[in-house]
């Protein structure tokens, strides 16, 4: 059984930086953080293979977000430099057990697991 459990969230300002960290249990073939803003679609922030061979990111973070991950200490993280006010919203680190293709990562309905959540509140 696949579980997960973020954390790392907070508020900042504009400009400023934050961690979010993800504990994995299971095996997993694909992880990735999502993001929901209020009245807001939930949408794919990035994603990473198992094995750190693939990563991808939405076009608005890119140069400004990373994802990477140490399996060592089963732990996913997103570092993200650089926070606008549109980043604001609830942080969920998601994974899956079967592999898929990039258009499918970007669909939160190919992720079966899905951890609690972490608020993140960017004030500009």
């Known amino acids: 059984q696949v579980q997960l459990v973020e954390s790392g969230g907070g508020s900042v300002q504009a400009g400023g930086s934050l961690r979010l960290s993800c504990t994995v249990s299971?095996?997993?073939?694909?992880r990735a953080w999502f993001r929901q803003a209020p009245g807001k679609q939930r949408e794919v922030v990035a994603t990473?293979?198992?094995?750190?061979?693939?990563?991808t990111y939405r076009d608005s973070v890119k140069g400004r977000f990373t994802i990477s991950q140490d399996n060592a200490k089963n732990t996913l993280y997103l570092q993200m430099n650089s926070l606008k006010p549109e980043d604001t919203g609830m942080y969920y680190c998601?994974?899956?057990?079967?592999?898929?293709?990039?258009?499918?990562?970007?669909?939160?309905?190919?992720?079966?697991?899905w951890g609690q959540g972490t608020q993140v509140t960017v004030s500009s």
């Open positions: 998601a994974a899956s057990i079967w592999s898929m293709t990039d258009s499918q990562a970007l669909d939160s309905t190919y992720f079966r697991y």
């Open positions: 299971g095996y997993t073939v694909i």
């Open positions: 990473i293979t198992a094995g750190s061979t693939t990563t």
